[in-house]
């Protein structure tokens, strides 16, 4: 069965091949965060998992980097500061590394998610 699910962290649908049930979590495989499904029918919606802001964006950097492959360098520990700073000001885990505090902006965000790590070899 094809569930397509909408992510609002990184605001893509994607299809979720296995059972959907309203409580039942599962791991947006663009960016890596976790999700809840709240209602089924007519349409599957699912929200962001509600965690503490430290331990949602530690499994979400984690998640994302275990499903790309990558390896973080020796500045995880300040990019890690860096989006809980931003969250506990702008109230979400925008880029760090970038100014704007636009939904694009997400970690991870959207250059990041369209392949920037692959083509610079790091995050900008």
């Keep these: 069965m094809k569930?397509?699910?909408?992510?609002?962290?990184?605001?893509?649908?994607?299809?979720y091949r296995e059972e959907v049930a309203p409580g039942k979590q599962v791991i947006c495989p663009i960016c890596g965060a976790r999700l809840e499904i709240v209602e089924v029918t007519p349409e599957i919606?699912?929200?962001?998992f509600p965690q503490d802001p430290a331990a949602e964006i530690d499994e979400r950097i984690d998640t994302y980097?275990?499903?790309?492959?990558?390896?973080?360098?020796?500045?995880k520990e300040l990019v890690r500061e860096g989006l809980l700073q931003k969250n506990?000001?702008?109230g979400d885990?925008?880029?760090?590394?970038?100014?704007?505090?636009?939904?694009?902006?997400?970690?991870?965000?959207?250059?990041?998610r369209k392949g920037e790590v692959n083509r610079?070899?790091?995050?900008l």
């Excluded at 919606?45 to 962001?48: D, I």
């Excluded at 980097?65 to 500045?75: I, T």
């Excluded at 590394?97 to 965000?109: G, K, L, Q, S």
């Design 3 to 15: 569930n397509k699910i909408y992510c609002s962290v990184c605001q893509v649908t994607f299809i």
């Design 65 to 75: 980097a275990r499903l790309k492959g990558y390896v973080f360098n020796e500045d």
């Design 93 to 112: 885990f925008y880029c760090p590394c970038r100014f704007d505090n636009v939904p694009e902006n997400v970690c991870p965000c959207l250059d990041t």
């Design 45 to 48: 919606k699912a929200r962001r």
């Design 88 to 90: 506990t000001e702008h």
């Design 120 to 123: 610079e070899g790091k995050c």
